[in-house]
């Protein structure tokens, strides 16, 4: 969590509304833990480490941030940039200006002065507390942010003398907090259901309605699992822009989007995934659909989709108006 941030075990206000948010790919218009390195390494060089890092007979492909952590100490090594250049690299990641805008509505809002705001993220809280920092967001998130621990370690002597650098990246597992977790559908440094659950349990009673945005097939798990009648989910659709690391800072909506890309497979993503992935289609739509298939659930609450900044503003407007009807339910 950010420094700003309530603790683990703190109790939480009462909010009538709570907004909660994914912050890769909703928030900001990229992977963090991909956009850092190649702002060092280049799209090609950090795809390669990734791919490899993610074999079997490496890290594997469910262990994502050992990898994210051997890729930044690529960077460290190799380009002899500092922690304070990867970190100012994550302050300068592109977001759509009316996601922005959408968050202060939010927190600025004068007709529920319950709501609050809060991030559960698969990214790690150096990035994300950087780059909300920048963009002057710290305030907004009322409610925490729930994402993996990154620290920079220094190596042992031994251990530097043969790099170029005396610091790597650390990554604690947000799920290490609970001793881990259970779910089979998320990876396992974090369950967003059973993070929701904490953050809703944390809160001062009566539990507040549920306004959950995100666009992976981990935001899947709590929209199937936690939301209930009366909450909703703001469901990303439309596809990946193909070349999200060449942005920075505030973007439109007419660039966020061009098609697939070249991306990693992120442990968010099962096998049955991969060919939504591959085409650039933000897959938790494509996840609800498959458990509804597979496994006969689907989500209790009302699931609107959106395709750009300025269509999420719109519904957030709604929501914080009362206006919002049926005619925009995907």
């Known amino acids: 969590m950010t420094s700003s941030s309530p603790t683990a075990t703190d109790s939480l206000p009462t909010a009538r509304t709570l907004f909660v948010w994914d912050f890769d790919w909703t928030i900001v218009n990229c992977n963090s833990d991909e956009y850092v390195p190649s702002q060092f390494l280049g799209d090609k060089k950090t795809t390669e480490k990734f791919r490899d890092g993610l074999k079997d007979d490496n890290f594997g492909p469910t262990r994502w941030h050992e990898c994210v952590s051997a890729v930044i100490t690529s960077c460290l090594e190799e380009t002899q940039c500092t922690e304070h250049d990867l970190l100012d690299a994550a302050a300068s990641m592109p977001f759509l200006t009316d996601v922005r805008g959408a968050l202060a509505e939010i927190h600025h809002n004068k007709s529920d002065k319950q709501c609050g705001q809060a991030i559960i993220s698969d990214g790690n809280d150096l990035f994300i507390g950087a780059f909300l920092k920048r963009n002057e967001m710290e305030e907004y998130f009322t409610h925490g942010i729930e994402t993996n621990i990154g620290s920079w370690e220094l190596l042992e002597s031994n251990e530097s003398l043969d ?20 779910c089979t559908s998320c990876p396992p440094n974090l369950c967003k259901s059973q993070a929701l659950r904490d953050i809703i349990d944390r809160t001062e009673q009566p ?10 097939s981990n935001d899947a798990c709590p929209a199937l699992h ?3 009648e009366g909450d909703i989910l703001l469901a990303r659709c439309g596809k990946r822009r193909r070349d999200p690391n060449s942005l920075s800072g505030p973007t439109a909506d007419e660039d966020s989007t061009e098609g697939h890309g070249e991306h990693n497979f992120h442990p968010e993503m099962h096998v049955d995934e991969i060919d939504a992935h591959v085409a650039g289609a933000f897959p938790i739509l494509s996840a609800l659909r498959k458990a509804k298939v597979n496994c006969g659930i689907e989500p209790k609450c009302k699931v609107y989709a959106w395709r750009s900044g300025k269509q999420l503003r719109s ?3 709604q ?12």
């Open 319 to 330: 929501i914080l108006n009362g206006t919002l009807n049926k005619r925009n339910q995907g």
């Open 226 to 228: 936690v939301l209930s």
């Open 207 to 216: 539990r507040p309605r549920i306004v959950y945005v995100g666009d992976g």
């Open 163 to 182: 790099t170029k650098c005396s610091k790597r990246l650390q990554v604690k597992y947000q799920s290490a907090k609970y001793g881990g977790h259970s």
């Open 315 to 317: 519904l957030i407007s």
